[in-house]
């Protein structure tokens, strides 16, 4: 018998990560961005990077249709970014300062780095799907970032 979803939520919530706010568009050109702490390296050469989106998620079309997506890391003043790409608004982009990348992906002006990708892999995770992106460009403004740990936003304390 696997673990069950309780357990393994409770277990997984002692592992902190950083915040991110990954965003693509569809087809028709509509953007789409969603809050995403399961993010990770995968490759330094080439460079790849993977994401996994809930198969049931109102964005999770858009990575397929797409072939791009932009990986916006949270800082830590960005909490309530996070929880405004968590929601199920319709439309997100009306009050959250970006610019459009050459894909068209929305890039959020104040994360405080972001890796534009191109989409290599989809795969099946279960109720996620993964995606493998190569990263074409990065930027890396720095600061302090946003951490989830235990169901609750933190900051590193230095
Ligand atoms: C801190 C945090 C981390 C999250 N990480 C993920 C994730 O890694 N993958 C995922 O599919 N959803 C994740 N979610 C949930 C999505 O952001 C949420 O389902 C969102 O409403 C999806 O938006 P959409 O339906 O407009 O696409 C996370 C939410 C929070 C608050």
Redesign the pocket.
Known sequence: MPASPEEFRSALSQFASG?TVVTTRDANGKR?G??????CSVSLQPPMVL????KT????YAFGESGAFVVNILASSQSNV??H?????EE?FGEVKHTLNEDGVPVLTDAIATLRCTLRHSLDGGD?SIFVGLVESVNARGGEPLI?FDHDYHQIKT
């Not at 790409?85 to 608004?89: G, P, V, Y």
Request: charged share 15%; hydrophobic share 35%; proline share 0%.
């Open positions: 915040v789409h969603i809050t995403v702490s399961s993010f994401i996994c989106i809930e998620t109102g964005s999770h996070s929880e790409f968590a929601s199920r608004l997100k996620h989830y």
